[in-house]
């Protein structure tokens, strides 16, 4: 399956960003797609993820409540909506998808999207 991640850019704190993850290639619902983020300097971090169905989702404590992630498998996208957003936010933000299910490991995911920056200026 291929990913394209699009929707980054420059935020005030406090903004909102939507974040779009368009699959293509397989069939889309035998995945569950997880958000990583990487900044400089630093590892890649586990942000949230959705299940095949769309039914379960689970997300890194330090977004719980900020940003919500879901997906639309007649558009084959998955969505992370990112509100409250914080300098400590700023990141290349990464899809990736797992036929293993959600994981918050990056392991288990075998694709990989290219990655959108996003820059949240205090």
């Known amino acids: 399956v291929q990913l394209q991640a699009s929707g980054g850019g420059l935020v005030q704190a406090g903004g909102s960003l939507r974040l779009s993850c368009a699959a293509s290639?397989?069939?889309?619902?035998?995945?569950?797609i997880g958000w990583f983020r990487q900044a400089p300097g630093k590892a890649r971090e586990f942000v949230t993820v959705?299940?095949?169905?769309?039914?379960?989702?689970y997300s890194a404590d330090s977004v719980e409540g900020r940003f919500t992630i879901s997906r639309d498998s007649a558009k084959n996208t998955v969505y992370l909506q990112m509100n409250s957003l914080k300098p400590e936010d700023t990141a290349v933000y990464y899809c990736?998808?797992?036929?293993?299910?959600?994981?918050?490991?990056?392991?288990?995911?075998?694709?990989w999207g290219q990655g959108t920056q996003v820059t949240v200026s205090s």
């Open positions: 959705i299940n095949q169905s769309g039914g379960t989702t």
């Open positions: 990736a998808a797992s036929a293993y299910g959600s994981s918050r490991y990056p392991s288990r995911y075998g694709y």
């Open positions: 290639g397989r069939t889309f619902s035998n995945y569950a």
